[in-house]
């Protein structure tokens, strides 16, 4: 690969080419900042989920602890909606809170969020001020709230004003004392959430790494005050080496830890887990999932209303009036720690990820090209994904040799059988070389062929995608064969 542009270039059109992600609305020219995801793409980012969803709540281990920790956890799972009493914002602090700061070029009235301006040139008409930004005739910066407004129900007044949320972490602070009541959860323990999220970002780049509708896959694990540093770096080395287990390198993969000065107000500890994208500068690291000790923030804020740092504490901010500017519920959130016969407000570690920006890590990772020997022996270059195979859209495909003798019959039996345990694919269209290649480009990791010593024993060849290796294997031990192969998906 001749530089990391080249290799992102090449991603890109392997999505469009192969049916990974396509541009939202591309017959009317596009929207900036919103994708779909295509037949394999939509596979792939299934897959992401429910690796996800597998690892950190149904395939949790609720009854041992974790080597080194005080206790064993729960983890439950929740869907709460996008659109949320407006008061959630309020006293969340994101209303008041959430925004960029954007500056506009004068010259072409680009916009940019003024924290990225330092080294960027005009990405639109570079020829109208061929200098830097940061030289150029810039309007001051100003604040721009990254939330989408809506209005719920036939008004359009202040009254009916809502917003699109921009994380899925609220829906499940509002609903800590139903999860409690409904669970039977004890502390410690976690609360897991996968859905869509919504920021108007001033600038969507770089392909989905920052678009304007996302999904994210964030937890809240409730913990004791007393223990939430131990939690944190749990938390923090669990999601970090959940990502090297799918295959992303720890070359490119990194934990950073915040300095003091980068955390939030409320905020003990937040490390990021980052990944080299190839659209990035030499040395530089994008975000993948934020792990954020938010210590009792939250919680108090949607009983107390929105909270503001005063010294060392934080206090809850009031209006000219002197009550609440943005008031919590006044609901009680807090827990009756059975054990203690104490009642406390539980700290909170949040590992936040999104779903987008992981799809694209494993892209870029499993993007490789080779040279490997054709059915005839000759050596010819080829496009590959290897994707763990936990991750590959389609598990197996299957192809008849020829179009003749019996042999699609076959194929297509086996296929049916296949298909019964994971998503299996048939094709017996063109050369038996092109399909492997259209496979490979797919990050299928194993083709099966039928060829004409299959009528005779039984056997069919089984092609491993990153080797190219092919052995024959009885078409009745395909199952385990696989199975074993392919490991719990
Ligand atoms: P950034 O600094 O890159 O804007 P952030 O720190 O605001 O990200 P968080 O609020 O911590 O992001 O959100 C948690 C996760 O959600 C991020 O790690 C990222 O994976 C994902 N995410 C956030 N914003 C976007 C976006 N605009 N497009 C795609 N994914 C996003």
């Given amino acids: 690969m001749n530089n990391k542009q080249d290799l992102m270039d090449k991603v890109v059109s392997l999505c469009k080419r192969r049916g990974f992600i396509f541009q939202s609305s591309e017959i009317y020219g596009g929207i900036g900042g919103f994708w779909d995801y295509g037949p394999l793409g939509v596979e792939l980012k299934r897959n992401v989920k429910e690796a996800w969803w597998r690892d950190m709540v149904t395939g949790h281990d609720d009854t041992t602890p974790p080597p080194g920790m005080p206790s064993a956890y729960a983890m439950v799972g929740l869907e709460t909606t996008i659109i949320m009493h407006p008061q959630v914002w309020k006293a969340s602090g994101h209303y008041d809170l959430f925004h960029d700061m954007l500056v506009d ?3 072409c009235k680009a916009r940019f969020r003024a924290d990225q301006l330092q080294a960027s040139q005009c990405p639109l008409k570079p020829s109208k001020h061929p200098g830097e930004h940061t030289t150029c005739d810039l309007t001051e910066p100003r604040e721009f709230n990254l939330m989408f407004k809506t209005y719920v129900g036939a008004l359009v007044d202040p009254e009916s004003e809502a917003f699109l949320r921009p994380e899925t972490a609220q829906g499940m602070f509002v609903n800590f004392k139903n999860v ?4 039977r959860v004890k502390l410690p323990f976690g609360i897991a959430q996968i859905g869509k999220s919504f920021r108007n970002e001033i600038t969507p780049r770089y392909f989905t790494f920052r678009s304007r509708e996302f999904e994210q896959m964030e937890i809240e694990f409730f913990c004791r005050p007393a223990e939430s540093p131990q939690w944190y770096a749990y938390w923090r080395d669990r999601r970090f080496q959940w990502y090297v287990s799918l ?18 107000h409320y905020s003990c500890g937040t490390a990021d887990i980052e990944y080299a994208f190839p659209f990035l500068p030499e040395g530089e690291f994008g975000e993948l999932e934020g792990i954020a000790h938010r210590g009792d923030f939250d919680l108090r804020s949607h009983m107390e209303g929105k909270l503001v740092r005063q010294g060392d504490e934080l206090v809850v901010e009031l209006g000219p009036d ?4 943005h008031p919590g519920s006044g609901k009680d959130l807090t827990y009756f720690d059975e054990e203690t016969q104490e009642r406390l407000i539980p700290h909170v570690i949040e590992p936040s990820a999104g779903v987008d920006r992981s799809v694209l890590a494993f892209l870029c990772e499993a993007y490789a090209e080779d040279v490997v020997p054709d059915e005839n022996g000759v050596p010819q270059p080829r496009v590959v994904l290897k994707l763990h195979p936990r991750l590959s859209p389609v598990k197996v495909a299957v192809f008849p040799l020829v179009k003749r003798d019996g042999m699609p019959e076959v194929a297509m039996d086996i296929y049916r059988e296949l298909k019964r345990h994971w998503n299996a694919f048939y094709d017996e269209k063109g050369s038996i070389g092109r399909r492997y290649r259209r496979q490979d480009e797919s990050g299928t990791p194993f083709c099966i062929t039928v060829d004409s010593q299959t009528l005779k024993d039984g056997t069919v060849t089984v092609r491993d995608r990153d080797t190219t290796f092919q052995e024959r294997v009885a078409a009745k031990e395909l199952v385990a064969f696989l199975r074993e192969k392919l490991g719990p998906l």
């Fill in 105 to 107: 070029c004068r010259h």
């Fill in 247 to 264: 295959g992303l390198s720890s070359e490119r993969l990194r934990l950073r830890e915040h300095g003091r000065e980068e955390l939030s």
């Fill in 180 to 183: 409690l009541a409904t669970a």
């Fill in 322 to 325: 002197g009550k609440p500017r």
